[in-house]
Every structure is written in structure tokens, then in C-alpha cells.
């Protein structure tokens, strides 16, 4: 049988001091792994975040070139032709006499500053003044290089005749940065320095919109429903895990459906914000029914009791007390929900949601866009000055992300209730 | 075989034959503020059952962990006075807790076996103090242990199966097992049978009876007829303070302090 | 009295029928995928799509079926990202989690657990574009200085990324887990002078193992249906491949191929982005019902005692 003695006396002696030195120092990894992994954490989140910044922040300013306006003929000149003449004499104007072929100076100019004289010019009063204009792309991602020290390895593809005309502009003090206030006041472009995000911001505006809705009352109804009058069996029980899982599912599938049964058999119109909103409602659907749900979950038992004791029927203790007291549970479910449509992209794709839109929508049936699908156009072009915009779009969107979330810890803050 | 404390009087004198496992001197607790222990000095016997009674609340538990130093967990709990364990203070600078612990053992009020198998459970110590060189040394340690628990003959063909499938006796039992596995030289017991019905009472009872003569048993109780079945010696604890201690028999048919009379007569607590 | 009644009764079917969208809506993605890829195996034999290794759907038109669809590669694709995924999230989310449920002080764990969570709430195109324009050129220049070719768009600079968005999946559900374990094991365990963190390892990351698989699971099942990051990192070409430094394509990016051209609704590209969808639909439903199984196991056995 078991001898007893013969089980080792443990955890004395000079050889267990050893041994436990080894299982205090095995402790103390375990605890560093777990602070490096934290470390690891933060630091994406810090490359993640900077990166955006570094990158986003030089698209809010932008490079404009002052030009000595002089303008006396009688007659406003009618085409681009003639305005695209006068905006070189206006530019060499300032420089000395130099080798630059005719217009060659005027690619340093926006591609749209023709607009921008056209509507100084339209009067047909005499003008003499310093006016600023828009620079292009290029010229703003060179001067950028330079006083900014970003974008270190763009190409230019300033010619040198180019260059020294800058140096010379620079010299006469006519180069500055000014905000770009056009980033936030027009749609999408092909040219870097004129594509801003306000169409997009319209777009997911409305696709927003729609979602809401669609989903909020029908979450909140179906949520009433299930957790205050449906009974208990089978079906219902059924119907809760699916919810569950629809929550869980990718939001591609989500597109699918909206594919199938919006654009197919209700013959929406590709690209509208209606379709695109409905989808995303489809979306957020189950996470504000799941959320509503756990929120009138919160609400004890006898309060039901107690107001129905008092002869309140079912619907009046409903809407006098109990969606009340889950109302802040509530909102938060929706507003979780906003944040997620807000962030959402895939199932735009499949919608055509990726047109190249230039004017906000005016209706929902009009081709629109949303923050994510522009962020995501422009993150395929790889120029300097569309990898500025799309990290600025970024930047914006986690702004708007970070303000309802904000929302959302203050609601909860505010009502935190211990029953 | 005396507990010597002040409130002993002072001409009985104690037996040479026994050194105390445990000498506890001038042991005061706070949790924060709140002061849980105030200068208890109190010994305990080797080999011996000593049994911790009193009203809730007066400190029972929170001396027991601090004899294996399960208070240090607690970050409001602190400490003045000492505990010598054979002569060491355990409080002292450079003391290894985790080698204290694995010297004194403890079974708690509620079974709380891992949610492993019974082996595992049994097993969990000895393979991580590392004292087992094979699976085969492994089986004999845990066979013995659940020999001693008195739970083999119970659980010998399920030894793989659940241990949370077990009824409460026998978890606490098998936390028994847990606790001999590691050999430990004293094992504390706090209300191990405070979870447990009549009958699983009276197997642990007996059980501890059984385990008296090779490991230091402290064993805290709400049950007068516990502490009379199974300590020798006894200690009667009241709002942080150590009432008086001796001979079980002693303190109880003879009472010196009157809060130990009324405490035993069912006046309060 | 009448009038309470009506308004009961009106309330009552309002609601009913707000339910009656939600069960809609859970039928129609099924119905609505399931009977396009009904379709789309008339002509593709679900043993060519599921082992063909040829993916080339975009000659077809119409009636006019000219391409291959043999999804395996896009299937390969999808577990190689997923893989490495979770290679760099499972580490760091897992010894995250024990940090913050074991080792952190509660203030350190009001910080830590929200900030964590931030990763999962930057939308996934923001992740796909810093897999372009940060990840991508250093893991390039990183493969030059080794003497590796890494594409700019290849499974790893995916994964990686990936890896990054899905730690808060793991490190969140884990902590929730973890943090709930029972005091009593960590004491029983300790009272056997047992080290603290022999303890984590060896009593309380086993007591809380279904947890931690369906956060797994979770995190898997998010990782297969990620589409935006994909999309812009990983490729769009179908390689048959497991080399991490190549392009690869997914189910996900596949789906958004077929469906982002101007092809009818009844063209073999889209029937077949809806048979990818069915098989994204059944796996990631697969996964999410097995964690959201263990886990209600789990939390019943735990209050059975
Ligand atoms: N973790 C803790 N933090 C703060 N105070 C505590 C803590 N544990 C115990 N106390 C306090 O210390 C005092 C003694 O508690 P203890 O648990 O030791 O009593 P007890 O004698 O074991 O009671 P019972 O018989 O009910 O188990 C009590 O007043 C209790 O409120
Ligand atoms: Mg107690």
C-alpha cells in the first residue's frame, strides 16, 4: 500500500529555494508579456492615429499664389482661353524677365482659377489689386515638402523653369497658406487641391437618415414586443437567436440583400441613399433591438408589478413607466447603432455607392456617396495630395465618431442606475 | 499541552513535552481603518486540533488567513505584531509566501474545487511544487491523498470524471485531498462544514480527527459540538480580541471570562 | 373604457407588426442569398466551386457561362489572412486580457479596457488605409533589407492589420470573462502556495476556457467576413498560394469584384457573389452559433454551483 512517508516533504531546503526563485522569476515574465501586449495595443493605436494626423493635417491648409490683379479693358473676356492668358500675364508679372514659354506657368495654378477671375472680372470694372488664387496640387505639395517637411519622397513633376519661378514667387513673398476652408465646401474631383468632402458628408447625412428611420422604430418596436408581450415558445426563442446572430453576421451579406430586394424587386435606383440607408438599417436593426431589449431588461420586475397592482393596463404601464426608465438604455443602443452605419462601407460597395460624386444629392433617389466609400476612393490614388485628403477625410470621420461615442459614455454616465 | 496566553492565569504551567507550531504575539489587523484585530497573542500546539469560536464577525477568519498570510490579497488589509511558524517570523523580510502557503495549507467555508477533473484537482499541487518526478509518483500521491480524505473508495473508478459533479461533502472532501497533496505541515480550516449536511459533517469530522496526529489542524467553527468532538484545545475570539484559550474541555466546562460564559450559554452571538 | 381598449389592442398589433419586419428581414437574407446561389449551381457544380481551383468569372455573360468558379483558393485566401490574424491578435489580446482582469489596479483598468476598445470602433476603411499608405511600404522595405519580396498588396500586410483590428475582440470578451471567475478558485488555488501567475495559467485560464474559444470564435467569424480591409490590402488576384508575402484574394473581396462592375443582377458574376455569400453566411453562422452555445453552457454550469 501507499507509504506515506516516502511523500517528499516539500518547499524546504536550499533546492526548493532554487526551484521557487525559477517559479518567482516564471511570474514575473508571465506579468511583463502581459504589459508588452498592452504596450504593443497602445502603440498601434498611437502609429494608427498619427500616421492620419501627420498625414491629414496639411490638407487643411492649402498653397495660394498672390497675383497682381491689373485689369482695365473695357470688355470681360468670355472663354477660358482669354482668362487662362490673362492669369500668365499676371503670374510673370511678378517675376523677372525670364525663359518661360508661353503658359507654361500656368499648370502652378488651380485648375479651376479661371472660375475664380471670371467672377472678379464680371462686372467689367477696371481691377488693381493683389488677389489670392488657389495653387495646384503640385506646387501645394511642393511648398509643403519644403516649409512643412512632409511628404519627403513625392515625386515632382514640376519642370525646372517651373521651379525657378517658384523660388522667385517664394523670394517676392507671394507663396502662403491660407485654411482650406474647400475641403469642407466641395464634392469630390479628380484635381487633389479642389476635392473636398462635402458631398460625401450630405451623402452619409442622408444615407444616416434613412437608416434611422427604418430602424429605430421598428428595433424599438420589435423590441417592445418580444421583451414585454410575446409568449414564450418555441418560435419566439428561435426568432432571438437569429437575431442574435444577424448582429453577428458580416455587413456584406447585408449588402446582398440589399441588392436583392431594393434594387432588384423595389427598383431603387443604384447609388440613391435610399437604398443605401435601407441596407444600413437592415444593418443596425439588430443592435438596437438587442440593446433595447437588455435596457427594458434593466427595469425591475415590480414596477411592472406596482403599476399594474394600481390598474394600469399593459400598454399604459408600457408608456408611463417602463419605456420611460429604459429610455437612456435606449438611445444608447441607437446612438451605438448611429456609430456603426457611420463607419460602415461594405455593403455601400455592392450598392454602387461608389460613384464619382461632385454635387451633393438633392433627393434620396439622386447617386450619393458617404465618408467611408470617398475615404475609400481616394485611398487608391496613391499622389501626395490625395493620400492627405483621404487621411483629412479620416480624420474627420473619427471626429464624428469620437463625438458620439462621447455622447454615448456621457448618457451612460448620466444614467447609471443601481436598482 | 497548554495554550499559554495572558488570560491563562498565571500558575498553571505549561507542559515542556510539545512546542508550539504557531506563537502568535501582539497580532493586530486593520482592514483600512477598521481595526479587525487588536493585540492577539495566542500559541498553537503541534499535532494538535485548536479550535477558533466566536460571535460572526469577531475576527475568527481574519486570523486564520493571517497565519498563512491570505491577507496580504487584501490591499487594505495591514498588519502589526508577529507570527512565528517553528520559531520564523512569517511576516519577516525575504519570507516567501508562496512557500509559507504551501507549509500552511487551507480549506475554505464553500468547496470550491477547480472545475477540473478529481485527479486534476488532487494532482493540481504536487505537479506545480514540482514534486513528482513520474506519472506513477503522481498516482500514488493523489491515491493517498484521497486515501486520507477518506474519499478514495467513493470516487476510485470516476477519478477522471468532473469534480463539480460531486455532491458538497465530498468537494469539500476532495478540497481536503487538494490540501494534503502538498503535504503541507498545518492545515486551516475555516467553517469546512458549514456548507455540508449531518452526515458529510460527521465524515469531516472524523476525517480531521484522523489527520490530527500528522499535520497541525486550526480549524474555525459556529458549532460548539464540533469544536467539543474534534479540538483539544480551543480559542475564544470576541470583537478582535482573544477572550481566553486552553484545554477544549477546560474552557468549556470552566469558563475564567464572563463574555466566554455568555458566549457558551447562548447569550449572544 | 372602450377607447383603452383600442388603444391596447392598436398598440399592441403596431408593435406586432414591427416584429413582423424584423422576422421578414431574417428571412429574407436567407431566402434571398439561398435562392440566387440555387441558381448559380445550376451551371457550377457545388465540387467546382468548392475544390476548383480556377477563378476567373469575369468573360461570362448572361445565359453565357465562358468562366471558372472554383472558390478554393479564395477560400485558402480567406483562412491564410485569418490565420495570420489571429496569430498576432491571440497573443497580444490574450496577455492583454490577463493584464487587465489580474494585474491592473481598477484605475488602470478604466483606462486600458476603453482605449483597447477604440480599435474596434475605427471603421475598417480607415484600417485599409493605413495597411496602404503605413504597413504596407514598411513591411516592403522591411522584406528589401531582409532580402524578401513582400508585394505592396499581399496576405500579410492584410492579416497584420487585421490582427490589429480583432485584439479588442479577444482582449474584451477574455477580460469580461476572466474578471467574472469566482473568487474561490483564485484563493484555492493560492492556499496551495501556488504563484500568482501559476495560478492564471494553470486554475484560471482553464476555468475560463470556453470563454476564451468563443472569443475566438468571435474574432474568427469577424475576421472571415471583413471585407473593406481586404479589399484594399490583400489583392484582387485569385493565387492559389499560402505564401504570406504574395497577393491573395477572399470570399469577401470577391464578392465586391463581381458585384462592383456594371454586370446585370441575373449575370453568372453576380449569382456567384451570392454563392460566396451563402458560404461566407454558413461559415461565420457556423462559428458565432458554436461561441454563443459555449458560452451559455459555460455561464449555466458556473451557476449551477
Ligand atoms: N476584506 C475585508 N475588508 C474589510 N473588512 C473586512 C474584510 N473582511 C472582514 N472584514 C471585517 O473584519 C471583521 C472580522 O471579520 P471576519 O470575517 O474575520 O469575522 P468572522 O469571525 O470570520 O465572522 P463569521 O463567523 O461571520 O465568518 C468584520 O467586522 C468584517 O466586517
Ligand atoms: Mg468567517
Known amino acids: 500500500m501507499m507509504d506515506i512517508d516516502r511523500i517528499p516533504a516539500p518547499l524546504k531546503g536550499p533546492q526548493v529555494t532554487r526551484q521557487l526563485a525559477r517559479r518567482h522569476r516564471a511570474d514575473m515574465r508571465f506579468r511583463l508579456y502581459g504589459l508588452i501586449s ?37 470688355s470681360t473676356p468670355q472663354d477660358q482661353e482669354n482668362y487662362d492668358r490673362l492669369l500668365n500675364q499676371f503670374i510673370k508679372k511678378p517675376l ?44 501645394d505639395t511642393w511648398l509643403k515638402t519644403r516649409r512643412l517637411n512632409v511628404n519627403k519622397h513625392a515625386l515632382t513633376s514640376l519642370t525646372p523653369p517651373q521651379l525657378d519661378a517658384l523660388y522667385a514667387l517664394e523670394k517676392a513673398g507671394r507663396l502662403c497658406f491660407a485654411f482650406n476652408h474647400s475641403f469642407f465646401t466641395r464634392g469630390d474631383s479628380q484635381e487633389p487641391e479642389i476635392a473636398g468632402i462635402y458631398a460625401a458628408l450630405i451623402g452619409s447625412l442622408m444615407t444616416l437618415s434613412v437608416a434611422i428611420v427604418f430602424a429605430f422604430p421598428v428595433g424599438l418596436g420589435a423590441a417592445l414586443y418580444l421583451s414585454e408581450f410575446a409568449p414564450r415558445n418555441k418560435f419566439f426563442e428561435l426568432l432571438e437567436i437569429n437575431i442574435n446572430n444577424l448582429a453577428a453576421i458580416p455587413t456584406i451579406i447585408f449588402g446582398l440583400l440589399g441588392l436583392a430586394f431594393f434594387l432588384n424587386i423595389l427598383k431603387i435606383p443604384r447609388s440613391a441613399s435610399l437604398a443605401g440607408g435601407l441596407t444600413l438599417g437592415l444593418v443596425i436593426l439588430p443592435i438596437i433591438i438587442i440593446s433595447s431589449k437588455t435596457a427594458l431588461k434593466t427595469v425591475p420586475m415590480t414596477i411592472r408589478f406596482g403599476a399594474l397592482a394600481l390598474g394600469a393596463s399593459q400598454v399604459q404601464t408600457l ?101 | 499541552m497548554v495554550i499559554y496566553t495572558p488570560a491563562c492565569p498565571a500558575g498553571t504551567r505549561p507542559p515542556k513535552e510539545s512546542k508550539p507550531k504557531f506563537s502568535v504575539r501582539d497580532l493586530d489587523l486593520f482592514y483600512g481603518s477598521k481595526k479587525a484585530l487588536s493585540s492577539v497573542t495566542l500559541k498553537i500546539p503541534q499535532g494538535q486540533v485548536t479550535a477558533l469560536i466566536g460571535p460572526s464577525g469577531c475576527g475568527k477568519s481574519s486570523f486564520l488567513r493571517c497565519l498563512n498570510r491570505m491577507n496580504d490579497l487584501n490591499p487594505l488589509a495591514r498588519i502589526a505584531g508577529s ?72 470516487v476510485s473508478d470516476s477519478l477522471e470524471g468532473p469534480a463539480l459533479r460531486l455532491s458538497g461533502g465530498q468537494q469539500q472532501r476532495l478540497c481536503i485531498a487538494r490540501a494534503i497533496a502538498v503535504s503541507p505541515e498545518v492545515i486551516l480550516m475555516d467553517e469546512p462544514c458549514s456548507a455540508l449536511d449531518p452526515v458529510a459533517t460527521a465524515k469531516v469530522e472524523g476525517l ?21 468532538r474534534v479540538a483539544q484545545k480551543t480559542a475564544f475570539f470576541h470583537m478582535g ?4 484559550s486552553g484545554d477544549t474541555g477546560n474552557l468549556f466546562t470552566n469558563p475564567k471570562d464572563v463574555r466566554t460564559q455568555g458566549y457558551l450559554t447562548g447569550r449572544f452571538g | 373604457m372602450l377607447s383603452r381598449i383600442i388603444i391596447d389592442h392598436s398598440v399592441k398589433t403596431v408593435l406586432m407588426m414591427a416584429t413582423g419586419v424584423t422576422i421578414f428581414i431574417t428571412l429574407g437574407v436567407i431566402t434571398s442569398i439561398l435562392f440566387e446561389s440555387v441558381q448559380f449551381f445550376n451551371f457550377v457544380p457545388l465540387g467546382e466551386f468548392l475544390f476548383g481551383s480556377n477563378w476567373s468569372p469575369h468573360a461570362s455573360t448572361p445565359g453565357h457561362v465562358v468562366g471558372h468558379f472554383g472558390a478554393f483558393s479564395l477560400f485558402l485566401g480567406s483562412i491564410l489572412i485569418t490565420l495570420i490574424a489571429l496569430s498576432v491578435a491571440g497573443p497580444i489580446g490574450i496577455f492583454s486580457a490577463i493584464y487587465t482582469s489580474f494585474y491592473a489596479t481598477p484605475a488602470m483598468r478604466n483606462l486600458i479596457k476603453p482605449v483597447l476598445e477604440m480599435l474596434a470602433g475605427v471603421p475598417t476603411v480607415v484600417y485599409g488605409f493605413f495597411a496602404i499608405v503605413c504597413v504596407a511600404p514598411w513591411m516592403r522595405r522591411l522584406g528589401l533589407t531582409v532580402g524578401l519580396d513582400i508585394a505592396t498588396e499581399s496576405a500579410i500586410v492584410a492579416g497584420l492589420v487585421m490582427g ?46 470556453p470563454g476564451i474559444a468563443s472569443a475566438f470564435l468571435l474574432a474568427v467569424s469577424r ?35 463581381m458585384l462592383t462592375g456594371d454586370q446585370s443582377f441575373d449575370s453568372p458574376q453576380t449569382l456567384a457573389a451570392f454563392a460566396l455569400g451563402l458560404a461566407l453566411f454558413i461559415i461565420t453562422f457556423v462559428f458565432n452559433y458554436i461561441s454563443q452555445r459555449i458560452i451559455k453552457r459555460h455561464q449555466s454550469q458556473h451557476d449551477g454551483h
Open chain 1, 38 to 74: 498592452i504596450g504593443l495595443a497602445f502603440s498601434f493605436i498611437l502609429l494608427l492615429m498619427g500616421t492620419l494626423i501627420i498625414k491629414g493635417w496639411p490638407a487643411f491648409i492649402r498653397t495660394e499664389i498672390k497675383l497682381p490683379v491689373a485689369f482695365n479693358s473695357a
Open chain 2, 241 to 244: 480580541e482573544l477572550v481566553e
Open chain 3, 164 to 209: 490589429i483590428m480583432i485584439i479588442p475582440y479577444i482582449s474584451s470578451l477574455m477580460d469580461d470573462v476572466l474578471y467574472t471567475l469566482p473568487q474561490s478558485i483564485k484563493d484555492g488555488s493560492l492556499g496551495l502556495g501556488v504563484t500568482y501567475g501559476e495560478t492564471i495559467k494553470f486554475a484560471l485560464i482553464p476555468a475560463a476556457f
Open chain 2, 83 to 154: 507570527v512565528f511558524l517553528d520559531g520564523d517570523d512569517i511576516y519577516a523580510q525575504g519570507v516567501d509566501v508562496v512557500q509559507l502557503r504551501a507549509r500552511v495549507g487551507m480549506v475554505f467555508q464553500k468547496p470550491n474545487p477547480f472545475p477540473k477533473s478529481i485527479y486534476d484537482n488532487v494532482a493540481y499541487g504536487p505537479r506545480i511544487h514540482g514534486l513528482t518526478k513520474s506519472r506513477h509518483e503522481l498516482d500514488a500521491i493523489v491515491i493517498d491523498s484521497l486515501q486520507k480524505a477518506g474519499l478514495y473508495k467513493e
Open chain 3, 223 to 257: 475576421a472571415v467576413g471583413e471585407t473593406m480591409l481586404v479589399v484594399m490590402a490583400a489583392g484582387m488576384s485569385a493565387n492559389l498560394t499560402i505564401n504570406p508575402l504574395q497577393p491573395v484574394t477572399t470570399v469577401t473581396v470577391q464578392i465586391v469584384s
Open chain 1, 96 to 139: 523677372s524677365e525670364g525663359a518661360y514659354d508661353n503658359k507654361s506657368l500656368l499648370p502652378l495654378l488651380s485648375a479651376q482659377s479661371y472660375q475664380q477671375l471670371r467672377i472678379l472680372l464680371v462686372d467689367g470694372n477696371p481691377l488693381n489689386k493683389d488677389v489670392h488664387f488657389k495653387a495646384s496640387s503640385e506646387v
Open chain 2, 208 to 228: 480531521i480527527d484522523s489527520l490530527r496526529h500528522q499535520y497541525t489542524i486550526v480549524i474555525v467553527t459556529h458549532n460548539m459540538q464540533q469544536a467539543g
Open chain 1, 319 to 419: 408608456f408611463h413607466h417602463i419605456l420611460p426608465l429604459s429610455m437612456p438604455g435606449i438611445l444608447t443602443g441607437t446612438l451605438l447603432g448611429i456609430v456603426r452605419a457611420l463607419g460602415e462601407s461594405a455593403p455601400l460597395l455592392m450598392l454602387g455607392m461608389v460613384a464619382f460624386i461632385v454635387d451633393p444629392p438633392k433627393s434620396l433617389l439622386e447617386p450619393a456617396t458617404v465618408l467611408p466609400i470617398q475615404i475609400f476612393v481616394w485611398a487608391k490614388n496613391p499622389t501626395a495630395g490625395f493620400v492627405e485628403n483621404t487621411s483629412a477625410a479620416t480624420l474627420v470621420l473619427l471626429l464624428f465618431l469620437l463625438l458620439l461615442n462621447s455622447i454615448i459614455v456621457l448618457l451612460r454616465r448620466r444614467f447609471e442606475r443601481k436598482w
